[in-house]
């Protein structure tokens, strides 16, 4: 994962946190805090202490099983919902120290989260592992390389590699090891030799790049090398699977192509057919693309969560029929798809559209005559439906029409609400240097960690003595103690809750003067609200929205791309992009 390197809480601000969640009534966070008061601070946490006594008196906590604390620990790991994970799990060890699936999950957020300081009180309750315990030695192997004791995780290394030597989590935490002990021509080869059987070479790769900066070896040469060695011959689905995502780092997207079509021809895959969907749209093939995108709800079929007997709609006219169009992806998709609901509006009178509930103030004002509900809690007086359509199908039956015949949206896409545009725009006061939100970070699978960065990173590209305001919108858990633990007095937290107060969000990001962010949600509410907005993309990623240039210019006509000139290189996207954000018209003090 990327690492971030955040500040540990104080027993005192655990204690205080801790207060005020069960005050709340967040069961789940006050166990999380009392947890990791008694676990970090066992000999002092007293409060924490008489919480935990406090928690397990709720009669729903005291009759939950141990099956419902795992059953429900097994569907967070699956859905990547970490926050959540840790606070299950972390409920579950109270009411059942020690044990050992959920301290797996708890210490499986604790890495994906960046928690250093949860895993050794995670892990230490365990004991110590057989020689035979696959699972426990490589978590205590996991915690040395954490804590950076490589000589002593390369012992429980090797004998894990004898025990399992095609275990992929195993090589890659050898390979951090190896790289701890700047052994990387052995890190090197350990990942390549065992990248033909990588079930996500992609990650591997991941792996590879800084790998080889460090052994002096330039990164695209060796992986283009790699590739005509081993798999360009795309003679298996193997090699099919790593060329593909070979040449995705190369930013070679016909090889992408050429590599995901071998693979389907060896094997049915609807992953990497929905790759094969994107990669299209990417090169301008629009055509194609949108006509294998549909297989999206094989590939994830958690997408396809509205089952209906109602009509497919295909873009007719409906006079007095009723539509019903369900959002089916992450917010920023869900905000860009919700574009083509412009398209609709000559066509359809009776429409119920179902949304993340965080934006249907911002569609709700753009569309009054439609009536928006929250998709996860959808009314019962909803009327019958005569048509549905997933909101992905706008997309597919209008874009063609829209790109062809030069049409564009009105811009901006959306407005903030207006009394919290004017309420935090007089907290922000007058504006005597340029001001800049900022995100670095966005998921927590093998893409979102390709495309994400640190903060220090971001902030490398700026000057020291630049006079800059910047506001940090990052969304995630621990993000406010990392803007404190980089020290740069430039850098501001919002104020806000980033994740769900999107009305203060929208507000603060119209009062910048631009934005500067990773492809994450934050780049799509930037421009919508038609903010300049900087997008970080990485060298591995076909993302269609960005990288076809019609398409953005559609959607997103004040977005500016900054793409890594090198695979897994940021400082020259990072530094370009904010000498345009400090360029655009508005980056200058106000006059008074």
């Not at 007293?46 to 406090?54: D, F, L, W």
């Not at 095609?166 to 065992?194: C, F, P, W």
């Not at 902030?459 to 910047?470: A, D, N």
């Amino acid at each position: 994962m990327t690492s971030v390197e955040t500040a540990a809480k104080t027993l005192e601000q655990l204690e205080a946190e801790l207060e005020v969640a069960f005050r709340e009534g967040d069961v789940g966070e006050a166990a999380l805090l009392a947890w990791e008061s008694t676990a970090r601070f066992p000999d002092k946490s007293s409060v924490g202490r008489i919480y935990i006594k406090k928690i397990l008196r709720d009669p729903y906590v005291a009759n939950l099983r141990l099956e419902d604390f795992q059953k429900n620990a097994k569907a967070l790991r699956e859905e990547e919902e970490l926050e959540e994970l840790a606070r299950l799990s972390a409920l579950g060890l109270l009411r059942f120290p020690a044990q050992r699936y959920l301290s797996l999950s708890l210490l499986e957020a604790a890495e994906k989260l960046d928690k250093k300081e949860w895993m050794q009180p995670v892990i230490e309750p365990l004991g110590q592992p057989e020689d035979d315990d696959v699972v426990l030695l490589n978590v205590v192997a996991s915690l040395a390389n954490v804590l950076g004791h490589y000589e002593r995780a390369q012992q429980f290394f090797e004998k894990l590699l004898l025990l399992e030597p095609e275990n992929e989590t195993v090589i890659q935490n050898y390979s951090a090891t190896l790289t701890g002990l700047a052994q990387y021509k052995r890190a090197i080869d350990l990942l390549e030799n065992h990248l033909p059987k990588a079930t996500k070479p992609r990650e591997y790769v991941h792996r590879l790049l800084p790998l080889y900066r460090l052994a002096g070896f330039e990164a695209e040469d060796e992986l283009d090398k790699l590739d005509r060695r081993l798999f360009e011959g795309c003679q298996n689905l193997e090699a099919s699977r790593v060329h593909a995502d070979l040449r995705l780092f190369l930013q070679d997207t016909p090889g992408v192509i050429f590599g995901l079509e071998q693979l389907l021809g060896h094997q049915w895959d609807p992953e990497a057919a929905f790759d094969l969907a994107e990669a299209k749209l990417g090169s301008g093939d629009i055509t194609e693309g949108l006509s294998r995108y549909g297989v999206r709800f094989e590939a994830f079929p958690k997408l396809e969560w509205y089952k209906t007997s109602a009509r497919k709609y295909v873009g007719q006219p409906l006079k007095d029929e009723w539509l019903f169009i369900w959002g089916e992806q992450g917010i920023g998709d869900e905000i860009m798809f919700t574009m083509f609901l412009d398209a609709m509006v000559p066509r359809v009178k009776n429409a119920v559209i179902a949304l993340d509930q965080r934006l249907i103030p911002a569609f709700e004002n753009r569309h009054p005559h439609w009536r928006f509900v929250d998709r996860l809690n959808l009314p019962d007086d909803l009327p019958t439906f005569d048509y549905a359509c997933p909101m992905g199908d706008l997309m597919t039956l209008f874009l063609p029409d829209l790109l062809e015949q030069g049409q564009t949206f009105e811009q901006p896409m959306i407005n903030p609400d207006t009394s919290r545009f004017e309420q935090i725009s007089q907290l922000l006061a007058n504006k005597t240097k340029p001001r800049i939100a900022i995100s670095w970070r966005g998921g927590s699978d093998a893409n979102g960690i390709i495309r994400s960065m640190e903060l220090s990173d971001l902030m490398s590209g700026l000057p020291s003595e630049t006079q800059v305001e910047i506001i940090s919108l990052q969304y995630d858990e621990g993000h406010e103690q990392e803007v404190i633990a980089h020290g740069d007095r430039r850098v501001a937290l919002s104020g806000l809750n980033n994740r769900f107060d999107l009305e203060g969000v929208f507000a603060l990001i119209r009062c910048c003067d631009a934005v500067i962010t990773i492809d994450n949600a934050v780049a799509h509410f930037a421009a919508a609200l038609g903010v300049p907005v900087a997008v970080l993309v990485p060298a591995a990623q076909t993302q269609y929205r960005w990288k076809n240039q019609s398409i953005k210019e559609l959607l997103f006509p004040s977005a500016r791309l900054f793409v890594q000139y090198k695979p897994g290189d940021w400082p020259g996207a990072v530094e370009a992009a904010w000498r345009y954000a400090l360029e655009t018209p508005d980056a200058k003090p106000s006059r008074s």
